[in-house]
């Protein structure tokens, strides 16, 4: 039977429309699709005449996943964190899927760990698994070695699609730092923090009562020495090992003839201890030897003298100089006399030249550290590198002027002399190697004070005139000196107000000093003196040196108080920098208890001291604090404790 074209058509529609079923087919779409085919063949039981009918076709295709899921996000252990324990709990953010995640893949220091992590809580032999609060949890039950890793974690869904997360660093530390003691005073030891027998039964026999001690551990390590002498409270002292792991506490003067316990602790960053415990030591009182008055007798063998013999007088020796004669003597003579007015006239100038050049140069160098000193002293510059404070025992407050002298113990020669500024403070002295002992001298003050401390000090925070040894060369020292006040009404009420004019004085010259710099660049443009020229150079200089002085570093503000929250004055803060142990600056309390200065941006060790008061314990111990200086931070509240009424 011959096929009609329209019937041809109608099939070759058809076979297009299967392609694509194909197509879609092969592409595993999981959404079913239904396909309706208008048929106008003949069927079974049809004529060639019947009219067309529509006839409905479904066809079921599968589409595949191909989204990967979400990346998971890591929580736990932090990336570069150090932690203290062998068996981390690993937390992740878990993955999301378009159909579903399949499980999860833990992967350390590069290689897997463990696999086939399912999305719910499990437990088994290698790991617990936790699930909840939207966060997976995972312990395993074989320790981790100690040291640096890195972790990260695999999703992957039931069309094995995979997504990794970041990868993160973390260090794993359970080891106390060991210390080792090596020096108590003059007495070498080996004294270890990983072995007690090290520690002696029977106490270290010393001659110093200002003895150090010294050793070693890991660098930064937090130290913290506690001293415990018989019927006093236990002292503390602290400090941070130096970069290449060595530390020294210098002791203050202690009782002799009594037991002494020493205990050390090192912490390092992450919190693992270290003791040594109790070590005892004992301070011997100096023994005088008498010899005895009647020494016994040893016979003596006495020489007999023998004859003199006299030997005659030698005659004298004559020598003869022959004389020069006149042909060399008469030209000479008259060269000499035709020089003489010349050498008259130009000798004296040149005499005079040379000895002004001499005396300027010497002098110079003398008048301009004069003249600096003086400026230091009002408090119109700041001291350079400042390296001690002196003070009134009664009131606190700092003593101006007040002269300090180094003398050398071994001739009784003075060294050098510095004087302190208004706010009691004098600059720095570099001491070549010897002992060395200070003394001060003011007029309204006694040196050294008669007070003595009220808890255990380190002698440099309490000076009172102990020789001290410098080991290195050029090394400088820090005291804090106290003087005792000459009880006189008349000076007492007239040192008041000297104090009060000086202090007036200083903020007048503070608070003109620009409308007099602008009234010098007046005076100058209208009358152009040689003088007036020189004044206004010097007050450029002074105006760029304050802004670059402004401007060099960001300031550390704070404010000392009592338990009450008053202000307490007067109080001395030493700022040491953390790691290098450098003493960055030496600042006082004011009266209203406030304090500042510039500082590049580091961590620093803030030690507080005044005599009678520590620091509050929830700040720090005893008398440091630790302050991160990164120009933001707000301002310091150092609230100190009085002790040992």
């Not at 409905?56 to 599968?62: D, G, P, S």
């Not at 005079?352 to 004069?370: D, K, M, N, Y």
């Not at 113990?409 to 004087?419: M, P, R, W, Y």
């Not at 009678?612 to 604090?625: A, I």
């Amino acid at each position: 039977m011959p096929v009609s074209r329209s019937y041809r058509f109608v099939h070759g529609v058809h076979a297009i429309f299967l392609a694509f079923f194909l197509f879609f087919a092969c592409l595993h779409f999981t959404t079913p699709i239904r396909a309706d085919i208008s048929d106008t063949g003949v069927g079974p039981g049809e004529l060639l005449t019947t009219n067309p009918k529509d006839r409905n076709v479904t066809v079921t295709a599968t589409v595949g996943d191909f989204l990967p899921p979400s990346v998971p996000i890591l929580i736990s252990p932090e990336d570069q964190s150090t932690i203290t324990t062998t068996l981390p709990t690993f937390i992740w953010q878990p993955s999301t899927d378009n159909v579903a995640v399949d499980h999860y893949q833990l992967w350390l220091d590069g290689s897997l760990l463990f696999d086939n992590i399912p999305t719910a809580s499990t437990t088994n032999n290698a790991y617990s698994l936790v699930v909840e609060d939207g966060e997976m949890k995972l312990t395993p039950k074989t320790t981790l070695s100690q040291g640096p890793h890195t972790w990260y974690v695999v999703a992957l869904d039931t069309s094995n699609l995979s997504a990794t997360s970041a990868t993160w660093h973390f260090t794993i530390s359970i080891t106390a730092p060991p210390i080792t003691i090596t020096q108590v005073g003059t007495a070498t030891v080996s004294i270890t923090s990983t072995d007690s027998t090290t520690v002696p039964t029977d106490p270290i026999q010393l001659n110093d009562n200002n003895p150090t001690i010294s050793g070693s551990t890991n660098p930064g390590t937090a130290l913290q020495l506690t001293v415990n002498v018989p019927g006093q409270t236990p002292q503390i002292l602290t400090l941070s090992a130096n970069p290449d792991g060595t530390f020294a506490f210098n002791l203050g003067t202690l009782p002799t003839d009594v037991t002494i316990l020493f205990s050390i602790v090192g912490s390092d960053n992450v919190g693992n201890t270290s003791t040594i415990t109790n070590v005892p030591f004992l301070i011997k009182s100096a023994v005088i030897i008498i010899t005895p008055p009647f020494p016994s007798a040893t016979p003596i063998i006495i020489p007999v003298p023998r004859p003199i013999e006299v030997l005659p007088t030698p005659a004298p020796i004559i020598q003869h100089i022959p004389i020069l004669q006149p042909i060399v003597t008469n030209p000479v003579t008259q060269i000499i006399a035709s020089l003489t007015p010349l050498v008259s006239v130009v000798a004296p100038v040149v005499v005079t030249t040379a000895v002004a050049v001499q005396a300027g140069t010497s002098l110079l160098s003398p008048i301009l550290e004069l003249l600096s000193r003086i400026l230091e002293s009002l408090g119109l510059i700041p001291v350079k590198k400042p390296r001690g404070v002196v003070y009134d025992t009664k009131t606190g407050a700092p003593v101006p002027f007040a002269r300090v002298s180094i003398i050398k113990v071994a001739d009784e020669q003075i060294l050098e002399s510095v004087v302190s500024d208004v706010d009691g403070i004098y600059s720095s002295i570099q001491f070549p190697k010897g002992v060395y002992r200070m003394t001060v001298a003011h007029t309204e003050y006694v040196f050294p004070t008669r007070l003595s401390p009220r808890f255990f000090v380190n002698p440099h925070d309490f000076y009172r005139g102990e020789a001290f040894e410098i080991k290195k060369e050029n090394e400088e020292e820090l005291f804090i000196i106290p003087l005792d006040p000459i009880l006189d009404t008349v000076k007492q009420t007239a040192r008041v107000y000297w104090r009060i004019a000086l202090s007036f004085f200083r903020r007048i010259i503070y608070n003109l000093f620009y409308p007099l710099a602008i009234f010098s660049f007046g005076v100058t443009i209208m009358y152009p003196t040689i003088w007036n020229k020189a004044i206004c150079v010097l007050y450029i200089v002074m105006i760029v040196w304050r802004i670059i002085h402004l401007r060099r570093e960001p300031m550390i503000i704070g404010k000392t108080v009592d338990k009450d929250g008053k202000p307490l004055p007067f109080v001395s803060i030493k700022c040491v920098e953390e790691g290098t142990n450098t003493l960055s600056a030496l600042i006082r309390s004011n009266e209203k208890g406030e304090f500042h200065s510039p500082l590049p941006l580091h961590r620093y060790m803030l030690t507080f001291t005044k005599d009678g008061f520590l620091l509050d314990e929830k700040q720090g111990s005893f008398s440091t604090m630790y302050v991160d200086h990164t120009g933001k931070e707000p301002a310091i509240v150092a609230t100190m404790i009085e002790v040992g009424m």
